[in-house]
């Protein structure tokens, strides 16, 4: 993985601010911030207390403050189906992100006066999603969604759970309302998956368009049926 602009160190730096809940779906996660990564994004990024048990069960990567770099640096190295070293991640990718701990409230995107692009919630659990709906700011993730919304900047929520009960619906109209994006990770297999990274990659595209930005991780829908099938059929 190669970033698509180095940081300027003369430019502002106004990140994406990624928050990972505990829900299930740590895929969706690495493949967004490779996305936003590889289009040249600064990131901060906020890992939840929860999410670590998460991400230590789906991949066996115990995620550790002290470690964070290394730790982050194994993790976007995973692919989907659990193969370590799928995708190359250097330590130069990594150069332009910032990890705040879940539980420093008094970090930078805690306040409207630290410049960010906006949020991305990925996946966001049913716990996630009530306790930003209500505005409880419990932690940093949850704080920084509410100030996301206030402030009026983008905020994608990636909710990952099934079935949902009358109370989460209740709560992501709420977020809708109050102007973020509400985006269930939900695979579509128009765009010809052959592989459990294709699924995982077309949500974190879905969830990079809502932010409007650029990627190349699915085909686009062109208005052509080409029968499941992921290439253009060789017409030798």
Known sequence: MSNASKPDPG???????????????????????R??????????????RASRLTLLDETGIAFRDAHWRTDLREWLALGADGKPGAFPVTEAD??????????????????????????????????????????????????????TLKERRRLVVAVR??????????????????GAVVLPASPAFYAGATHIQDLVDFVAGRVLDAAEVPHGLYRRWEGELRGGSKEEADPS
Do not use: F, H, N
Not at 35 to 48: I, M, N, Y
Not at 116 to 126: C, E, N, Q, R
Not at 161 to 178: C, R, W
């Open 35 to 48: 996305g936003l990564l590889a289009a040249g994004e600064a990131v901060d990024l906020v890992v939840s």
């Open 161 to 178: 759970e099934t079935p949902l009960s009358g109370p989460t619906l209740k709560q992501l109209v709420m977020l809708d309302e109050a």
């Open 94 to 147: 990594l150069a332009d992100v910032r990890y705040w701990p879940a539980g420093d409230l008094a970090a930078g995107p805690s306040s409207g006066s630290y410049p960010v692009k906006g949020m991305l919630i990925v996946p966001a659990s049913t716990a996630c999603v009530a306790g930003v709906a209500l505005g409880l700011s419990k932690d940093l993730l949850q704080r920084v969604a509410s100030v």
């Open 11 to 33: 430019r502002r730096r106004r990140p994406w601010v990624v928050g990972v809940s505990g829900a299930s779906g740590t895929p969706y996660a690495a493949s967004v911030l």
